[in-house]
């Protein structure tokens, strides 16, 4: 009876027994120690799931017209007598009532009797109705809440996971080819370019494919650009919208291949890096059919071919960037400041990734050469100011030239990356130039290049103002890539030409 009078005045039991033990109440943020913002989250968690297991009944046990004690507290709440003296006998005393019909007709007249029965049969049917309905509508919203709770506990588990299922995935997909490591022939080509030895042929066209962000950074790849003009090789940095995204840089670039074609009557060596090398492929992929004549080969620096857990961490759902506000910060530096397309970095996520390579993939007969690094997260790196760009100040004295003042602008980027890479470090166990995993950069059916010094992903297109005179620059690495890509090719047309015959 207790169970049932306290159904009806609403009073509830949890679905899951809570703890007044404060050790409890710090359990799940125990498994968030590493980063505050999972911290956060998972605080929030705990609060959430406290306030809802509070929030619902557990009705497991339904009265039924079995029960005698259900059907007399039925009873005596709603059954209306004609007499007030039938009332207070029955409510003086319950067990006449209950027990035997011989009392209630000792009080009242045959006829009375039999619409007392009759009323009680109808109300007592009509209150288990009710009842029952509200059992069975709050069971629906236990269940609702239930829902609601797992739910929660699997964006927790999305949280913490992060990319973490989603790095490396082209390397565990059976289709894919494999790679073959070029590192070994890249590092004898590197050391005769530092030696003065350069193959690089003038019959063909360079192209430099540069990232995300390249239009607000003045120098980017222009040392290379530089240092190949100096060896008698035309060589052009492709003028695309960076922050645009991969399907119509790729159009773009088709475009851009098929006017220096058109121009020189040379066919194009492409080098992309970070984005650059994503929006090459496309190109490459989608376009094939057109450019198939007019293209000897692609390399693709530290690009994120399979996916940036970066860019996935900021803008998926349950990731990050649901916290500490990531997305809305980079949607307004992508489109309010920059004006670009926030479809940019979208791009780059591993869900699109995956939808794209479905659809295009780069042909076999391409040569292509991956290129990846690690970052270094020594001290010494936090130091490291990279060369941006150039602030040209009013001539203030006369100079030899004649030329403006130029003082250097520069960067902490070496820092910013050392601190990425540290981050995907400790939370994947993963290697990183500190924006792309090393096994995100391998291009299935590529020469992949590993090189063993330590570059941070900013290196390869900007300067640093302590470069080591000991150790390649970024114009030498760019110039042994494309050599060993033009290597390749002329190994993968020999082999066609086998088959052919």
């Not at 799931?49 to 004690?69: K, M, Q």
């Not at 619409?115 to 059992?135: F, K, Q």
């Not at 790095?167 to 289709?175: F, N």
Request: proline share 6%; charged share 25%.
């Amino acid at each position: 009876m207790r169970e049932a009078e306290s159904c009806r005045n609403g009073e509830s039991t949890p679905l899951v027994a809570q703890s007044d033990d404060p050790g409890n109440d710090g359990l799940i943020p125990q498994l968030f120690t590493s980063l505050p913002a999972l911290n956060e989250a998972a605080s929030y968690l705990a609060q959430t799931t406290t306030y809802l297991t509070g929030c619902f009944s557990n009705y497991s046990v339904e009265p039924t017209a079995r029960d005698p004690r259900h059907s007399t507290v039925h009873e005596e709440e709603l059954v209306a007598f004609p007499s007030a003296q039938t009332d207070e006998s029955v409510i003086r005393d319950p067990p006449s009532f209950t027990g035997s019909r011989s009392t209630l007709s000792e009080s009242s007249s045959p006829a009375a009797t039999a619409s007392v029965n009759h009323e009680v049969t109808r109300d007592s049917a009509g209150d288990l109705t009710e009842t029952s309905g509200a059992i069975v509508q709050s069971n629906q919203s236990g269940q609702n809440g239930i829902s609601i709770f797992q739910g929660l506990i699997e964006r927790a588990r999305r949280t913490v996971r992060g990319s973490a299922d989603d790095i490396g995935w082209l390397k565990r997909e059976p289709d894919m080819p494999s790679v073959e490591d070029g590192t070994e022939r890249f590092t004898e080509i590197l050391d005769d370019i530092r030696h003065g030895l350069h193959k690089l042929p003038n019959s063909m066209v360079y192209l430099f494919v540069p990232g995300l962000f390249s239009n607000h950074g003045p120098l980017y790849f222009v040392s290379t650009k530089t240092s190949f003009s100096k060896m008698g090789l035309t060589c052009h940095i492709a003028k695309i919208h960076s922050e645009a995204s991969v399907e119509k840089n790729a159009r773009e670039i088709k475009d851009y291949i098929e006017e220096i074609y058109w121009g020189s009557k040379k066919r194009v060596l492409l080098l992309g890096h970070s984005k650059g090398g994503v929006d090459a492929a496309a190109a490459l992929s989608i376009y094939w059919s057109d450019l198939k004549d007019k293209v000897a080969g692609l390399a693709l620096a530290q690009s994120p071919y399979g996916g940036s857990p970066i860019a996935s961490d900021i803008l998926r759902q349950g990731q990050l960037g649901d916290y500490v506000n990531l997305r809305k910060l980079m949607e307004i530096i992508i489109c309010k400041v920059i004006k670009g397309d926030m479809q940019a970095l979208e791009d780059l996520t591993y869900e699109r990734r995956k939808e794209f390579l479905k659809k295009h993939h780069l042909p076999r007969e391409l040569p292509v050469v991956s290129f990846h690094t690690e970052a270094g997260i020594s001290p010494a790196v936090l130091a490291t100011l990279s060369h941006v760009a150039h602030a040209e100040l009013p001539l203030t004295a006369p100079l030899s030239d004649g030329q403006p003042t130029r003082l250097p602008v520069v960067m902490p980027l070496g820092a910013a990356m050392a601190a990425c890479a540290q981050l995907l470090q400790v939370r994947y166990g993963e290697k990183s130039d500190g924006l792309v995993t090393c096994c995100d950069a391998e291009v299935p059916g590529s020469v992949v290049v590993r090189p063993k010094r330590k570059l941070d992903h900013a290196w390869m297109v900007y300067s640093s103002l302590k470069d080591d005179p000991s150790e390649a620059d970024a114009a030498q690495v760019c110039e042994a890539l494309l050599t060993l890509l033009m290597e390749v090719g002329q190994r993968k047309r020999h082999e066609l030409s086998m088959k052919d015959e």
